[in-house]
């Protein structure tokens, strides 16, 4: 008897890079090892217990149906948090999603027809990858490099790569994998290019929060010549610690680009209600000072990386301006492997270390085979026990 097959979609799709490397943690586990994660972006800082309060005061017995598009309260929420920002929005332009995912994968849905392209930078966020496999749209990239701080590369090289299929370019700012956050300049280009060439400019901003050394954060919101072609996607997983929540939102002043947002949103009937609450009393309750704590750990964080790696043989990299990642180049021929053997293979006083190999996240074969992405999302303690783990490693690895 034959069976029927899997889908083209279902076959093509990129196993995570970030996740794939679970089973040898899991089989680490099994002999006793433990494990320092820099390999996935999980905050280890607690979710602000405003979340919590708001979620038992809104119980009722019955957990039902919230609107498609979000809970107005939220929406409300949000527009008075871009409000600090001086960024000013209504309420009908933005839509609370299923986790900033959902937010990436609706924005592509609605620039792109299946089989039109979008331009992205590379390293890029991996799930993308899965997310344009979903949406039967190309992923064309564009390489940066850690020589340069992964900024973008020039003008025309970026226009080289629009054809009559592309549809939208797609950032992430600031950055993950890489830290990098685009200058002003850089999204000025960006935006000459989308009304030069008639495109939608999709900008991921879930770290819009995070910028180190003084550096603010612009948001394409803010450039007034592309407000009909912008669309930001955005989430809370990051900004208040809290990713098992699942919720994120889309913001557009495209009316047409968010009548096709509700569509998609009524066809998977409601976000997390529950959730909603809990994050609606987080941006409304939390101050400037929950901010600027949350961002001064995670650039200490950052500066004991630098600390840590950056006068080892052979490590190269440059300081990241936000986020909580840094891309790595490491004098091995394929990080994976590394990465794998850590697991597999090293330890000390019953500990490893796992980082993300980042090849994962290029689309360029051959691209990132020498780099791995590190999340500094533990405290320092651990960091640096972390990070001691990984150089031992690395030496041991080479010889």
């Not at 999980?42 to 809104?58: H, M, Y």
């Not at 025309?156 to 002003?184: K, M, V």
């Not at 819009?208 to 550096?215: N, P, S």
Request: with cysteine; aromatic share 10%; glycine share 6%.
């Amino acid at each position: 008897m034959t069976i029927p097959r899997i889908s083209n979609r279902g076959n093509n799709i990129q196993e995570s890079p970030i996740r794939k490397l679970a089973p040898l943690a899991n089989e680490a586990r099994s002999r006793g090892i433990e494990i320092y994660h820099l390999n996935i972006g999980q905050p280890d800082l607690p979710t602000p217990v405003e979340f919590w309060d708001a979620v038992k005061s809104n119980m009722s017995h019955v957990l039902a149906y919230g609107p498609s598009n979000g809970l107005l309260i939220l929406r409300e929420a949000i527009c008075n948090y871009y409000s600090r920002s001086g960024i000013s929005l209504l309420p009908e332009q933005i839509m609370i999603t299923t986790g900033g995912s959902e937010a990436v994968i609706f924005a592509m849905m609605a620039a792109c027809d299946p089989g039109t392209e979008i331009i992205c930078f590379e390293p890029f966020y991996t799930n993308y990858n899965g997310f344009a496999t979903l949406a039967g749209v190309k992923l064309v990239p564009v390489t940066s490099s850690v020589e340069s701080g992964f900024h973008l590369p020039p003008k025309d090289e970026i226009i080289s790569r629009i054809t009559d299929r592309t549809r939208a370019i797609l950032i992430c700012n600031p950055n993950n994998p890489t830290g990098t956050i685009l200058t002003d300049n850089e999204l000025n280009t960006l935006a000459e290019i989308v009304i030069e060439n008639n495109l939608f400019l999709l900008a991921d901003e879930v770290y819009r929060d995070f910028a180190f050394d003084g550096r603010k954060h612009s948001s394409i919101l803010e450039i007034q010549d592309i407000s009909d072609r912008a669309v930001v996607m955005d989430s809370i997983s990051k900004r208040f610690s809290s990713c098992g929540a699942r919720l994120g939102n889309l913001i557009t002043r495209n009316s047409s680009l968010m009548s096709t947002f509700m569509k998609f949103g009524q066809a998977r009937l409601c976000p997390p209600t529950l959730s909603q609450y809990g994050a609606t009393e987080m941006y409304e309750s939390l101050t400037d000072d929950y901010y600027t704590s949350i961002v001064a750990k995670y650039q200490s964080r950052r500066d004991l990386l630098m600390q840590e790696l950056q006068n080892t043989d052979g490590i190269f990299f440059l300081k990241p301006e936000g986020a909580f990642y840094a891309t790595i180049r490491l004098p091995v021929d394929d990080t994976d492997k590394f990465a794998s053997w850590l697991l597999s293979d090293f330890s000390i006083d019953g500990w490893t270390t796992m980082v993300a190999p980042a090849a994962g996240f290029y689309a360029t074969p051959g691209k990132g085979l020498d780099e791995i992405r590190i999340a500094y999302v533990l405290d320092e303690q651990k960091m640096r026990k972390a990070l001691r783990i990984l150089k031992l490693g690395l030496e041991e690895y080479q010889s």
